[in-house]
């Protein structure tokens, strides 16, 4: 009974330490979201005084108001949209049907391609701007949100199809063969069992390609020359000049940057839930 109580204590025990590294973790992580949002509601004077202020007292909306009236905010934000609507589309129909036919196929090369898709994945991305940047500027590409668009695709359509793989394998085949056998077609029993199953896959996935799209800097920064083309991660760069860095309404700015990250993931964080119960229900 003894030994028993001493188990039970020890294991509270390395739970509350292990609770406790987790939050202070948390805390480490979220301190940088919280300067932000804080920095942004900040007056300049508080902004930058020696002793730091933790919580904006008084609060103004002057950054955020000048960061919307900055020059080309609303052609930056179109382009965003545009490079991210059809990065994500694009990537999701491409790798599933690549997806679908590595891991439900056999045919030659099949193994190396998936060699070639780890390997894709291991080569930095600042590697591959001037290659990329001579195939764009031969295809007259450069300063096209259509050069930026491809130029997406070669590391987000990667890892979209080995992700998708890996879903794709988990789901049995002999669900579809029931299908077939109840007469269903081959087209039929994709549409009926394989893509309702797949939906969990494919919005984790396209929160992944959402995020690396709407964030990425470096390649949109050297493709895109003229400032009503670029991106909202570029545009963010004009906050810092010559005279020094303003940096309330670049704070402001990166909060509203931010947001349609967090809205696209707390919308689609339900789906993904649902798409799970319904797959378990369904298999």
Request: proline content about 5%; overall charge positive.
């Amino acid at each position: 009974m003894r030994g028993s109580f001493d188990v039970r204590n020890r294991r509270n025990r390395q739970r509350l330490v292990a609770n406790a590294i987790g939050l202070v973790v948390l805390a480490v992580m979220l301190f940088p979201v919280y300067w932000m949002i804080a920095t942004s509601f900040k007056p300049g004077r508080d902004i930058l005084r020696f002793d730091p202020k933790w919580w904006p007292s008084p609060w103004t909306l002057d950054n955020f108001s000048d960061a919307i009236h900055r020059p080309y905010f609303t052609d930056n934000v179109k382009n965003s949209a545009i490079v991210v609507g059809v990065v994500v589309a694009l990537s999701l129909v491409i790798g599933f049907l690549a997806a679908l036919a590595i891991a439900r196929f056999r045919f030659y090369g099949r193994r190396a391609f998936i060699v070639v898709i780890i390997g894709v994945q291991m080569i930095p991305a600042t590697a591959l701007i001037i290659p990329l940047y001579v195939l764009l500027a031969r295809a007259n590409q450069v300063d096209r949100l259509s050069g930026v668009i491809v130029t997406y695709l070669t590391f987000v359509l990667p890892f979209t199809v080995w992700t998708l793989r890996g879903f794709v394998m988990g789901i049995p085949p002999e669900l579809e063969e029931a299908a077939m056998v109840d007469g269903c077609t081959r087209f039929g029993a994709f549409l009926r069992i394989l893509l309702p199953l797949i939906v969990p896959g494919l919005v984790a996935t396209s929160i992944f390609a959402f995020v690396q799209a709407w964030n990425e800097f470096i390649f949109a920064y050297v493709i895109l020359a003229s400032q009503e083309n670029q991106t909202l991660t570029v545009w963010l760069a004009s906050f810092t000049t010559s005279r020094g860095t303003d940096w309330g309404p670049l704070m402001a700015a990166a909060t509203l940057t931010s947001l349609p990250v967090v809205i696209f993931f707390a919308l689609v964080q339900r789906r993904v839930a649902f798409g799970l119960t319904a797959g378990a229900v369904r298999g």
